[in-house]
């Protein structure tokens, strides 16, 4: 890895490229400072910026940098053992019962220390930046203590700093409960409001707070009570709703304004009306649907016709969808979700960016805003979804700098 220092600026005009919105056109986009200051056909440049230093994209086709919205990207070990056991028939609810599932990965997670968890997610980092990420949400949640779950933020912070990569963090204490606490959901949440999340939050590692409110997590109640401690401290929540049934969570989230609501593949009319009052985002997460071989659709139509914003992320994470190329979960969402080529881009721009209360810095090209964005060796920008397993990055501008 290159330190970041080290990436060429990307200040100056760059030429030779198509906006994917108008594909047809030359496009220019002038970076001044690390910003998009100008973008638009090129024919329509003002004189004055014909004269800075040149970028030449070579007839690559443009769009925002990808913003990969829900991650669980820092964590030890791995599942492929579990994998197998769904393959030779077990339910991912059985695998979990059988002290499998999320907990394997709490154990694996609290035996490595930082170091060994960074160099781990550092690589997996690596791929989803390859496909032109510029944004990545990392959240706890293997960790269930105080101690672990600060060291799994630590290292999404690292990562940050050390990729040059925005990166925010999510609070996900309440994502299953601890051996330790068995029988004994009141207390571990209880933990989580009133020692875990106040401690966290005043070291500045929590940007958002989450919770899993599913029959094998965490209540409706117990969600309630997260939702309270976070807006106590002044932080966003979002949401792991109506993955496996419909808990009515995604309502409750949207009481307390939540950035996003994710998974949703249960998610009632009630839910989705909720969701359109409070704007918030439909995040899709078709890697999970398709690893844990799920037919229940969620409800698309009902959310496009309803406007709500929808976004596609990876759910990167050890158990449900080891996923890590956004652009093939683009595909996925087109080819299982039904979503159109645009929704599904804006899915892992726009509205990814808006997921994470990032939408003033990421998810556009835009004058004003960091200049993060992507140069694909494609003609069109069906190819982004239509093609899968294919890296058609020819470089990223990230943060103002030419990162690939
Ligand atoms: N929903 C998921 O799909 C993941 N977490 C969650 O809340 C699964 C996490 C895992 O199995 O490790
Ligand atoms: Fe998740």
């Known amino acids: 890895m290159k330190p970041v220092n080290e990436f060429p600026s990307a200040d100056g005009l760059w030429t030779g490229i198509r906006l994917a919105a108008d594909a047809g056109v030359e496009a220019a ?8 200051r100008w973008v638009g056909a090129r024919s329509a440049l003002p004189a004055g910026f014909a004269g800075l230093a040149p970028h030449d994209g070579g007839g690559a086709l443009v769009t925002p940098g990808l913003v990969d919205c829900h991650t669980h990207l820092v964590y030890g070990g791995q599942r492929a053992n579990e994998f197998a056991m769904r393959l030779a028939g077990a339910t991912y609810e059985e695998v979990a019962k059988a002290g499998g599932g999320i907990v394997s990965s709490v154990r694996a997670t609290r035996e490595a220390d930082e170091d060994t968890l960074f160099a781990q997610a550092s690589a997996r980092l690596e791929q989803l930046l390859a496909d ?16 672990h779950e600060r060291k799994q933020l630590r290292v999404a912070r690292r990562l940050g700093e050390a990729y040059g990569v925005t990166v925010r963090t999510t609070f996900l204490g309440a994502h299953a409960l601890p051996p330790e606490y068995a029988g004994r959901s009141g207390e571990y ?46 932080l966003p929540v979002k949401l792991h709703a109506e993955q496996l049934s419909d ?12 950035l996003s609501c994710d998974h949703i ?3 009632s009319a009630e839910g989705i009306e909720a969701m359109r ?16 071989r799920d037919t229940h659709l969620p409800p698309i139509a009902a959310l496009r016709a309803a406007g709500v914003p929808m976004a596609v992320s990876t759910d990167h994470n050890p158990g449900t969808s080891p996923a890590l190329s956004l652009l093939l979960m683009v595909n996925m969402a087109c080819t299982l979700f039904c979503l159109t080529v645009p929704e599904a881009l804006d899915g892992v ?12 810095t990421h998810g556009a090209i835009a004058p004003g805003m960091p200049a993060n964005f992507v140069l694909w060796n494609v003609r069109e920008a069906a190819e982004l979804a239509y093609w899968f397993g294919q890296q058609p990055v020819r470089a990223v501008v990230r943060q103002g700098r030419i990162a690939i």
Not at 349 to 360: F, I, M, P
Request: aromatic residues 6%.
């Open 132 to 147: 032109g990420v510029c944004a990545i949400e990392i959240k706890s949640g293997y960790g269930l203590s105080l101690e």
């Open 277 to 292: 009052k409070s704007g918030t985002v439909a995040v899709l997460l078709p890697g999970a649907y398709y690893t844990l």
């Open 265 to 267: 593949e249960h998610l």
């Open 29 to 36: 986009i002038v970076v001044e400072q690390g910003a998009v």
């Open 349 to 360: 721009t726009v509205h990814a960016a808006r997921a994470l209360g990032l939408q003033d």
């Open 247 to 258: 808990m009515g969570g995604a309502a409750l989230a949207a009481r307390y304004g939540a």
């Open 189 to 234: 949440i209880d933990l989580v409001c009133k020692e875990m999340l106040p401690a966290l939050a005043a070291e500045g590692l929590v940007d958002a707070v989450d919770v899993f409110c599913e029959r094998i997590a965490f209540s409706l109640a117990e969600t309630e009570q997260v939702f309270k401690a976070a807006k106590a401290l002044g």
